[in-house]
């Protein structure tokens, strides 16, 4: 991969929202192993083009490209979103959407979202032959196409609270396609940044938030939960009889046991100074580190600013790649930086590591004592 102006692009200094995911992506596309399988990826979607120019269906290297992508997505979910965006199958979505007749919509809110019609294509032309839609609210199954992906959406309504917020199909359009290895994530398409943001926010980062709606609600978020509340467990069980409420019960209990940590706090707090007692406790608590990725988080947390590298390191090692010289002599710290981001660079791919990511490298002096030579 020659070197480039885009290459040097440092994802240091973006928002907590940006960086990190940014990092994973300069780190990824410079993965040589990664290199080859998006390579291995192309290759069969070749194939599969010429058997399609044939007149035929899919056929075995369509078949293959699936498996793979599979494959990857199980080891490694930000490496199964490139790849899908570097060798695009894209099945494009449109829905338009109003609110329902009567008046229980108020209730519900947006949730009570009607779709009038509703249209799927293989491409980013909504006049286009490859355009199939329906006026019933829901396509015919034997209209839908199989497709590699990614999924585009965009829904599309006359009133300001049903319509997304940004179209994607549009930004398609406009993209300076192909998209590639060589770009940075600077001048990646801007659905492909929302999809590697999504993963990092909703899997292993409980700061960032929705780039478009600026909160998380398509992640974990801070709340009190109502779960214990109106509901007796022993009486259902002694009942022998489960409703829609157990059910909806099951599928609270399981986001909390999969995705949170849950701490009892007494209601009878009265006073300002027991909350400020109680919130200086659950700080405490929450410094105290978990056994969320092994021994990374053991009785400790992470500084945020030497997440998968900081400036400097980034900085050194971009300069030594680029190939530049100034004449003066590098120290041994130089090359340790440079060395330490290579690493992350070999190790980012072809599993996702976080815990060997993330782990101090041995250069770093913090907390460490001086030891005299």
Same mark, same amino acid.
């Given at each position: 991969?020659?070197?480039?102006?885009?290459?040097?692009?440092?994802?240091?200094?973006?928002?907590?929202?940006?960086?990190?995911?940014?990092?994973?992506?300069?780190?990824?596309?410079?993965?040589?192993?990664?290199?080859?399988?998006?390579?291995?990826?192309?290759?069969?979607?070749?194939?599969?083009?010429?058997?399609?120019?044939?007149?035929?269906?899919?056929?075995?290297?369509?078949?293959?490209?699936?498996?793979?992508?599979?494959?990857?997505?199980?080891?490694?979910?930000?490496?199964?979103?490139?790849?899908?965006?570097?060798?695009?199958?894209?099945?494009?979505?449109?829905?338009?959407?109003?609110?329902? &007749?009567?008046?229980?919509?108020?209730?519900?809110?947006?949730? /009570? *979202? %009607?779709? @009038?019609?509703?249209? +799927?294509?293989?491409?980013?032309?909504?006049?286009?032959?490859?355009?199939?839609?329906?006026?019933?609210?829901?396509?015919?199954?034997?209209?839908?196409?199989?497709?590699?992906?990614?999924?585009?959406?965009?829904?599309?309504?006359?009133?300001?609270?049903?319509?997304?917020?940004?179209?994607?199909?549009?930004?398609?359009?406009?993209?300076?396609?192909?998209?590639?290895?060589?770009?940075?994530?600077?001048?990646?398409?801007?659905?492909?940044?929302?999809?590697?943001?999504?993963?990092?926010?909703?899997?292993?980062?409980?700061?960032?938030?929705?780039?478009?709606?600026?909160?998380?609600?398509?992640?974990?978020?801070?709340?009190?939960?109502?779960?214990?509340?109106?509901?007796?467990?022993?009486? &259902?069980?002694?009942?022998?009889?489960?409703?829609?409420?157990? /059910? *909806? %019960?099951? @599928?609270?209990?399981? +986001?909390?046991?999969?995705?949170?940590?849950?701490?009892?706090?007494?209601?009878?707090?009265?006073?300002?100074?027991?909350?400020?007692?109680?919130?200086?406790?659950?700080?405490?608590?929450?410094?105290?580190?978990?056994?969320?990725?092994?021994?990374?988080?053991?009785?400790?947390?992470?500084?945020?600013?030497?997440?998968?590298?900081?400036?400097?390191?980034?900085?050194?090692?971009?300069?030594?790649?680029?190939?530049?010289?100034?004449?003066?002599?590098?120290?041994?710290?130089?090359?340790?930086?440079?060395?330490?981001?290579?690493?992350?660079?070999?190790?980012?791919?072809?599993?996702?590591?976080?815990?060997?990511?993330?782990?101090?490298?041995?250069?770093?002096?913090?907390?460490?004592?001086?030891?005299?030579?």
């Amino acid at each position: 991969m020659a070197d480039s102006q885009e290459q040097l692009f440092n994802p240091c200094g973006l928002d907590v929202n940006e960086e990190i995911p940014a990092k994973i992506w300069e780190l990824l596309r410079r993965n040589l192993v990664f290199q080859s399988a998006v390579k291995r990826l192309a290759a069969l979607q070749a194939k599969e083009d010429e058997w399609q120019k044939a007149g035929k269906y899919h056929g075995p290297a369509w078949e293959k490209s699936c498996r793979l992508l599979n494959s990857v997505k199980a080891q490694h979910p930000f490496a199964g979103v490139a790849l899908e965006w570097l060798v695009p199958e894209p099945l494009f979505h449109c829905n338009i959407a109003v609110w329902p &007749r009567g008046k229980k919509w108020k209730k519900l809110g947006i949730f /009570a *979202t %009607r779709f @009038i019609r509703m249209g +799927e294509g293989t491409k980013p032309n909504f006049s286009d032959k490859h355009w199939v839609w329906s006026d019933q609210g829901k396509l015919d199954v034997n209209a839908h196409p199989l497709r590699r992906g990614p999924q585009v959406y965009w829904t599309k309504s006359r009133f300001k609270a049903l319509r997304s917020k940004v179209n994607p199909i549009l930004e398609w359009r406009r993209y300076r396609w192909p998209f590639t290895i060589d770009r940075s994530w600077a001048d990646a398409p801007p659905q492909f940044r929302r999809q590697f943001l999504l993963v990092w926010r909703r899997h292993f980062d409980c700061r960032a938030v929705n780039p478009i709606s600026k909160d998380r609600c398509d992640s974990t978020f801070p709340h009190e939960s109502d779960f214990f509340q109106g509901w007796d467990l022993m009486q &259902r069980i002694l009942s022998n009889n489960c409703d829609l409420e157990d /059910a *909806t %019960r099951q @599928i609270q209990f399981t +986001e909390l046991a999969n995705d949170y940590r849950v701490f009892a706090i007494p209601k009878t707090i009265l006073t300002k100074a027991t909350a400020d007692q109680m919130g200086e406790w659950l700080a405490t608590e929450l410094k105290r580190g978990s056994n969320l990725y092994g021994d990374l988080l053991k009785d400790k947390l992470l500084n945020e600013t030497e997440l998968f590298g900081t400036t400097n390191e980034w900085a050194d090692w971009l300069f030594h790649k680029s190939g530049r010289r100034t004449g003066i002599a590098k120290d041994t710290h130089f090359y340790r930086r440079c060395g330490y981001i290579q690493s992350l660079v070999d190790s980012i791919y072809p599993s996702f590591d976080i815990s060997k990511l993330l782990a101090s490298p041995k250069h770093r002096a913090r907390g460490k004592p001086y030891v005299r030579k």
